[in-house]
């Protein structure tokens, strides 16, 4: 039973706490024990669940995510209750907290954030209700990886080459073939000085606010920053080297904010590397046949699987949009130029797109998802289902 300043039954507990010091000092120690024991334990019996009960009580955790909340189970399970915003089926890239789950992290005393997109936005809404939340990056440091070095530009590169094609063929044909060729390069180039202007006119609407917002140009700057190399990956706990470090960080918070468990929560942890370890090696093992090869999938959440392993991914759905026509047929072209035979969604995306490419290869589709709730298991499946992919395209 949970308690709370002014409750009946925390009044009820510090006025017999007084009652029996009252006794005591009145009757001495030795008078105050000749009293019967019903009396002293019934002033006893409302006297100690206080002490015991904040001893007892699970410490409230916030996460962001299902396999976070795995991880923090795993360590403190039975002492911890945890918050898990985002549900299965849910998209981060997409998600608002609910009305009530706002309310019910204002009381929460620790959050262990990942980095997930939306904890930009309300990480700090969040502790402006609640100032005595502790906010834990478990993410901070470690080293990330951005979707535009490699799949986010995927698609504008295939596109700008699919042009250069385009233009030389043009070159091979008549002069009404070269006029066309010219109005695309005029269309391009005013297209650029819209978007200049719309970027211009950013800059001063930018500049308008400054005064208000001291701190924005510093975020500005850094935002600028990390767009020169895309879109951050936020998915960093599909590495199990990588969720290693996180474990080791989430244990030492748990383990100050749970002194009285800490030898516990540490041996856990040592019990949850171990099992981490063993389930990188097991991957690669199994993986390791494949080393260099690609698979396709909607949505670029396993890059840094594919990374521990040597495998590259290329996505169908970049920064929460389908691909264009030409896209579209940019990747059919290269999948059936490697013989794909898999398609990989998961089911916090629409899968239309994905299901028109693979219509039009003869490929399977099967699921990656980067946000089931058993971490082991769902990392394992990751695996056989691209160990399963790579077979198909070998057997065509």
Sequence with gaps: MSMHAGSPLASRQVLCEKLLSRVQRTLGLRAARALPLSVLGALSAFATPAAHAQDSAPLHVAVSVPPIAWMVD?????????????????????????????AELSTVPLYLAIGVPFEQVWLPRLVKNNAE?????????????HFGSGEAHDHGHDEAHAHEQDAHHDGDHDDHDEHDE?????ADHEAHEE???????????????????????????????DEDLG?????????????QTVAERAAEVLEARLPQHASEIDANEQRLLKTLSELDAQIAQTLAPY??????IFHPSFGYFADRYSL???????????????????????????NIGTIFVSGQFSQTAAKRIASSLE??????????????DNLKHATEALKAGFELTDSQ
């Design 312 to 338: 590259e991914q290329h996505a169908i759905e970049v920064s929460g949009r389908e691909p264009t026509p030409r896209e579209m047929a940019t990747l059919i072209t290269r999948a059936k130029d490697e």
């Design 74 to 102: 795993q360590l403190a399970g039975g002492h911890v209750e945890i918050t898990t915003l985002v549900k299965p089926g849910d998209s981060p890239h997409a998600y608002d907290p609910t009305p009530r789950q706002v």
């Design 195 to 225: 978007h200049h202007g719309e970027h211009e006119g950013h800059e001063e609407h930018h500049g308008e606010h400054h005064d208000e917002h001291a701190d924005h140009q510093e975020h500005g700057a850094q935002h600028d920053e």
């Design 133 to 145: 939340m502790q906010v834990v990056h478990l993410e901070e440091g470690l080293n990330t990886r």
């Design 231 to 243: 879109e951050a990956d936020p998915h960093l706990w599909l590495d199990p080297q990588r969720m």
């Design 182 to 186: 010219h109005h695309d390069e005029h």
């Design 291 to 296: 080393k260099g090869r690609n698979f396709l």
């Design 363 to 376: 490929a399977e589709v099967a699921v990656l998802d980067p946000l089931a709730e058993d971490y082991l």
